[in-house]
């Protein structure tokens, strides 16, 4: 009881604001930065998978580039390195830019696996039907690509979230940063990162959770959205309705 | 059904090319077809008609240019020469693609794979719905007649199942009943039951000699030589991406004319 009192002195009802701020702007780090990434990742997917071989060489450049190059360098390049060569983006700006260049090549690998994981018979079916090539990607390519892809995605979505923490080398006021503010103001550094990897811990354990339980639904087949669900339960109603007179049952049927 | 009629381009016992009787009115027409792949002729001068209503059947050795055929019809395949119409529209001519519209062509010709081909993610009522909805049909609408469908098929107790929880033959059937939700004037086979057991090929038979029954136009690839027999009005022989023989099926199956004909029905028959 004496070393647990002892270990928590520092005030934190004073910086409750400051907390909530700051993980505010953790979690719209994380927002803007895998919306960014995930569009970005998805485009440079696509280039590598396109018939026009530069569009292909310039996706792969990219993409084993900002792999290979540690995020932290890429931070310092995107603010401090283009702010001495006049180019200053705000923090927030650098920040999640870093975020989208290093997240959007990694995921840009697991898109591209997932796609091209996709049986070419399936682009086939959708063609023989008279969809169009967008039809052909939206409803029959895309869907089956993000469950193949969902398990990585989701584990570079808490990634990223962690990954915002790199942030404070340049003072981006997440949770990180003021984490280290509060040290240098009470020098309780084991308290308070105890206290702000927990804060992590809190954020990241639920998402995660959350993503592998929406992996679960997709792969059962439940529908997720509103209008599909209507349409199953419009579908369930009208296949209850008694069977049509005219034909014979197959001879499945007649003995199940 | 029974009744033989001068159903393709070729009198029986003609090899290839030469262009017989022509009947009034094919849904499908192939004249001097040809495709190479990297070089090597896969299909050489291939001609055949389909006429409206009428079955005909592809018969022949693995890799004699079959699938290729079948996937030219709706250009899945681009063939290098020879022209094809289909209902009345010249679709390829040439090596160049005619068809000014190519959903149109497709919703004109129902294909069925060897494999299925469902969608994994859709449930077989939605699997029937799609090319409905993207061709402008209302969904309410679209979704009866994905039941009617599946009704049909004999499987509407099974409509909201995914494909992977579904039997090969239930998928095929479904597969069917996709195939035809665009109201297709003809339908294209590639080996529907190939890939499938006894019972489950029984199933599909069943569902295909229905679709026959009800006048259903179809180009079938097979190698269920006893339902060739007994559904099709025209069956061709091919061979080396050549049509070695083409007539009524009692002609081609009872009393073929040529040696590798003859030869491939052997064969077929001590392996069964
Ligand atoms: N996309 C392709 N690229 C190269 N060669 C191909 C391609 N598709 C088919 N071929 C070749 O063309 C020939 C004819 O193939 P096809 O699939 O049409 O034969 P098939 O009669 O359908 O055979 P099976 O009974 O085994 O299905 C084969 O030798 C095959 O290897
Ligand atoms: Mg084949």
């Known amino acids: 009881m004496t070393t647990a009192a002892g270990l928590f002195q520092v005030p934190w009802s004073d910086y409750r604001s400051d907390l909530l701020d700051a993980l505010l702007k953790t979690v719209s780090y994380t927002a803007v930065s895998f919306a960014g990434a995930a569009l970005l990742g998805l485009v440079v997917a696509l280039l590598r998978l396109s018939r026009v071989w530069p569009l292909r060489a310039l996706a792969a450049v990219y993409t084993e580039l900002f792999k290979n190059i540690p995020l932290l360098a890429i931070i310092f390049l995107t603010y401090f390195g283009l702010g001495s060569v006049d180019i200053r983006l705000d923090v927030f700006t650098a920040g999640c830019l870093s975020l989208i260049v290093f997240y959007s090549a990694y995921l840009s690998e697991i898109f591209r696996a997932a796609i091209s994981g996709i049986h070419d018979g399936q682009t086939e079916a959708g063609e023989a039907l008279g969809l169009g090539r967008l039809s052909v990607f939206g409803h029959v390519i895309f869907p089956q690509a993000l469950r193949l892809a969902l398990p990585g995605t989701n584990t570079m979505l808490v990634d990223l979230l962690k990954g915002t923490s790199l942030l404070v080398t340049i003072s981006a006021a997440e949770l990180m940063s003021e984490a280290r503010l509060i040290t240098s103001s009470t020098f309780r550094a084991l308290e308070v990162y105890l206290v702000i990897s927990a804060v992590y811990f809190a954020l990241c354990y639920p998402l995660s959770q959350l993503l592998l339980a929406v992996e679960?639904?997709?792969?059962?087949?439940?529908?997720?959205?509103p209008g599909r669900r209507r349409r199953l339960s419009t579908a369930r109603a009208l296949l209850a309705e008694a069977p049509a007179p005219a034909g014979t049952p197959s001879p499945k049927e007649a003995t199940a | 059904m029974t009744e033989p009629v001068t159903a393709a381009a070729q009198a029986p016992g003609t090899t290839t090319g030469t262009t017989a009787p022509r009947p009034t009115d094919a849904v499908i027409r192939i004249r001097d077809l040809g495709k190479s792949f990297d070089g090597r002729r896969v299909l050489d001068d291939v001609s055949l008609d389909v006429p409206r209503g009428r079955i005909v059947s592809i018969i022949g050795q693995s890799g004699g240019g079959k699938t290729t055929l079948l996937r030219c019809v709706n250009l899945l395949e681009r063939p290098d020469t020879g022209t094809i119409e289909v209902a009345g529209e010249t679709v390829h001519s040439d090596g160049r693609i005619v068809c000014r519209d190519l959903a149109r062509l497709r919703r004109t010709v129902g294909m069925v794979f060897q494999r299925f081909h469902l969608f994994p993610h859709l449930t077989a009522v939605e699997n029937v719905m799609l090319a409905q909805v993207k061709a402008g049909v209302p969904e309410r609408q679209a979704l009866e007649r994905a039941v009617v469908l599946l009704r049909r098929v004999g499987l509407a107790h099974r409509g909201l199942a995914h494909p992977d929880q579904m039997s090969g033959g239930e998928q095929q059937r479904v597969a069917i009943a996709r195939a035809l939700a665009l109201k297709p004037e003809v339908l294209l086979f590639d080996e529907p039951t190939s890939s499938l057991d006894p019972e489950a090929?029984?199933?599909?038979?069943?569902?295909?000699?229905?679709?026959?029954?009800?006048?259903?136009?179809?180009?079938?690839?097979?190698?269920?030589?006893p339902f060739a027999r007994e559904v099709s009005d025209w069956v061709a022989f091919v061979d080396g991406g050549r049509i070695i023989e083409a007539g009524p099926p009692a002609e081609v199956l009872g009393r073929p004319q040529q040696a590798r004909t003859r030869a491939f029905l052997t064969t077929y028959e001590s392996a069964e």
Do not use: D, N, Q, S
């Open chain 1, 216 to 225: 679960r639904a997709i792969r059962a087949g439940k529908p997720l959205t």
């Open chain 2, 201 to 225: 090929t029984r199933e599909v038979l069943w569902v295909m000699r229905e679709l026959a029954e009800e006048g259903m136009t179809m180009m079938l690839v097979t190698h269920e030589l």
